[in-house]
């Protein structure tokens, strides 16, 4: 039977992402809310509403048998998770298995695969996908033989989570271990599991990654490639497909390789493999894989044409592939900004608070994913993300320019935003000129600082 309501366990931009495509395919809504979401424009959207429990997210939202039960409570079919929150914890996957709930992305046991970076780097290896050279270390001596062989400078790195966390840059062998126990404790903090590993520091590299829709059974396709390469912190703040100046060859070598991978693992759903290009080399490596939707997937959209989430549904509902690789064509490019309730100036501090205006820009090539209208709110505690701004064009000419224009016609009032920040990025005639590598923003921010 196919499915016909589905429980939407996010908020934001992404609930009312998943609410638009499910509502265009006449499938009934269930949005799991927080008692600071009640008023959300997700909350007007969906055909009911059910409270999870506090703002907090650990009552709320990170609740997986709150979760479920609501699911199953408002008789839903399915699950979708979105990004973030519980959409790659495995136990949501498996209770959902248990409970008979379609459970809209990969399955639990691919879920720990490639969550676990020290398995997901194995795998890779044994799919001949290349690796950054590195590994574990289980005592201080090991790690400096290691760093030995790897060479210096390197990155300590959670085993167990990603978005920056548990993540150390070594510049010197004699900070090794107290950096590693730095490290460690950052990452059982944040994922409860206090592995780290080791990697090969690339200076001039570019975040590039590849979108894939596997079918369960083998069959995987990619829909070409994003650079995310604009990162402060290892969080993007910009995105764009195809990535600029990429030779021809090694674009298709990271198709084939994101492909080989997910295919080993009978991959099912939409996910991104990540790569890590080393510019002066032509070389690329294995960084992880994410087994969910990407926040930045509306550039993909943009230029396939495929709506991904409808896909993810289609796959979750034993559909399979509602395209092959010859369907994916990709037109033109797309560029993608995130706009954040935070202050630049107060070192990206967020900006909680009441939106008392908001007006998002139209017009052709233009796309605004957001949850922000006049009189939200915005809680302060969850991510500031408030709205991502998207352009496509015949090119990458023409897409940043209907870009920069784009955002000159956003009305943000009540909360400070990085609208102005993000407009200065694109103005800066490096990144105008080529694809740049993940140290260019902190380059950026040293020559604003010098500038002051």
Known sequence: MAIQRIFVANRGEIAVRILR??????????LGVSEADRESLGARMADRVLCLGPAQPAQSYL?????????????????????????????????????????????ADQIEAVGDKLRARVAAEAAGVPVIPGGSAGSPEDACLLADTIGMPLL??????????????????ADLAATMDMASAEAEAAFGDARVYLERYVRSG?????????????????????????????????????????????????????????ARLSYRGAGTVEFLYDVPRDAFYFLEMNARIQVEHPVTEKVTGIDLVAEQIAIADGRGLGVSQADVMCDGAAIECRINAEDPDRDFAPSPGTV??????????????THVVDGARI??????????????????????????????????????????FQQAVLADPDFAARGVDTGFLARFLDRAKAAA
């Open 21 to 30: 495509t499910c509502r265009t395919l006449g499938i009934e809504t269930v």
């Open 63 to 107: 609740r997986v048998d709150t979760v479920v039960q609501a699911a199953l409570g408002s008789e839903c079919d399915a699950i979708h998770p979105g990004y973030g929150f519980l959409s790659e914890h495995a136990d949501l996957a498996r209770l959902c298995e248990a409970e008979g709930v379609i459970f809209i992305g990969p399955t």
């Open 156 to 173: 300590v790195k959670a085993a167990g989570g990603g978005g920056g966390r548990g993540m150390k840059l070594v510049e010197h062998a």
């Open 206 to 262: 570019r975040h590039i990654e590849v979108q894939l829709l596997g079918d369960g059974e083998g069959r995987v396709i990619h829909l070409g490639e994003r650079d995310c390469s604009v990162q402060r912190r290892y969080q993007k703040l910009v995105e764009e497909t195809p990535a600029p100046h990429l030779p021809p060859a090694t674009r298709a070598a990271m198709h084939e390789a994101a492909v080989r991978f997910a």
């Open 356 to 369: 008392s205006e908001a007006h998002w820009p139209q017009g052709e090539g233009i796309r605004v994913d």
């Open 379 to 420: 809680p302060p505690f969850y991510d500031s993300m408030i709205a991502k701004v998207i352009a496509h064009g015949a090119d990458r000419a023409a897409a940043l320019a209907r870009l920069r224009t784009a955002l000159t016609e956003v009305r943000i009032a009540g909360v400070t935003t990085n609208l102005a």
